[in-house]
């Protein structure tokens, strides 16, 4: 096993790989999902970010999705296995119907997190808890440093991803 | 144990940008690194079965929170669909 | 609790606490308000009281919306 603050930095950009990818997939950056998500990305644009991106950061502080999902995941993991993942999961989908949201985002984030985590916990090389950590520090760098830079790096992934709805597929 | 230590202080420092930005709707994405850290710390602290429920039911409760703040702020709770 | 955890916890609550009492507009009292509340839990959850926990934090966001019913933005 590796030193500690390297496990967490591994896990931090393998969390951060795992949440921005369901995210796009589930076309999370297109529309505000609650007319709340579309105020934040409103002023999120009127101080020199991208719209798509605040689009994306409003839909994650206004319902729980694939970050919300890959953090609750890590803390099944960590306190009762994998039973503890799938049942994170099924947490997720009845938080996002609370929050007037379909929830498949969070969902499947929740559950391709929880066979990450365990698979990682079971190889030896990470424990859960470098997961949890590292979710904190991934959310943290898309919400937490400078909405400006981060919206505008979600809105370039958001115009790649946008050419492959283009081309036909969905 | 350092796990813990750095859920805590990010979740202090967001606390911090919390009171120093000025615009209102741009202070919730830090009060969402928050809720991360503090539901991160619950489930480091006790790790028992039931700290699945608290850990999400307070993530979830949070996230409500902060969309209803946004939505009133917006004018009014309606949806938009 | 180690140290460090029980003073970034403090130091939540009252940074949430002096930000409430000096927000002018009720969106930022209410938002320094959950910032006080989320420095609360880690203390319930350290003595165990999970049931006390998951109580709360169904509780406070009804309340906020409560109170956000009575504070409509027509003022601003």
Redesign the interface.
């Known amino acids: 096993m590796l030193e500690e603050p390297v496990r967490i930095l591994i896990a931090a950009a393998i969390c951060w790989l795992n949440f921005v990818t369901v995210d796009l997939i589930f076309k999370l950056p297109e529309k505000g999902g609650v007319i709340g998500a579309t105020a934040i990305a409103e002023q999120v644009e009127a101080t020199g970010g991208n719209k798509n991106g605040g689009f994306m950061m409003g839909n994650i502080v206004s319902s729980p999705d694939a970050s919300a999902g890959t953090l609750l995941a890590a803390c099944g993991v960590y306190c009762s296995g994998l039973f503890g993942g799938l049942f994170a999961a099924v947490l997720v989908y009845i938080g996002n119907r609370i929050c007037y949201d379909p929830g498949y985002a969070g969902t499947t984030g929740c559950l391709t997190a929880t066979l990450i985590v365990y698979g990682a916990v079971q190889s030896g090389w990470f424990a859960a808890s470098d997961f949890i950590a590292g979710m904190v520090i991934a959310i943290l760098t898309i919400q937490g440093i400078s909405s400006m830079y981060a919206s505008r790096l979600i809105g370039r992934l958001w115009r790649i991803r946008s050419r492959f709805i283009r081309a036909g597929r969905p | 144990m350092i796990a813990i230590v750095v859920c805590a202080v990010l979740a202090v420092y967001a606390g911090l940008r919390v009171v120093t930005e000025r615009n209102t709707m741009k202070k919730l994405p830090f009060v969402n690194v928050i809720s991360f850290g503090v539901a991160g710390v619950i489930a480091l602290l006790l790790p028992h079965p039931l700290t699945i429920l608290a850990a999400a039911a307070y993530f979830v409760g949070s996230t409500l929170e902060s969309n209803a703040i946004a939505s009133t702020w917006a004018g009014g709770m309606r949806r938009d669909d | ?2 140290d ?2 029980m003073i ?2 403090v ?2 609550i009252l ?2 606490m ?2 409430t009492i000096a927000a002018r ?1 009720p ?2 009292k ?3 308000l ?2 006080m509340i ?2 609360v ?2 203390f319930i ?2 003595r ?1 009281y ?2 006390v ?2 109580a709360v ?2 509780v ?2 009804i309340s ?2 409560f109170i ?1 019913m009575a504070c ?2 027509e003022t601003a």
């Open positions: 609790m180690i460090t955890v970034a916890c130091a939540l940074i949430g002096a930000a507009d969106f930022d209410l938002i320094s959950s910032v989320a420095g839990f880690p959850a350290d165990g999970l049931d926990a998951i934090a169904l406070a966001p906020t919306i956000l409509r933005r």
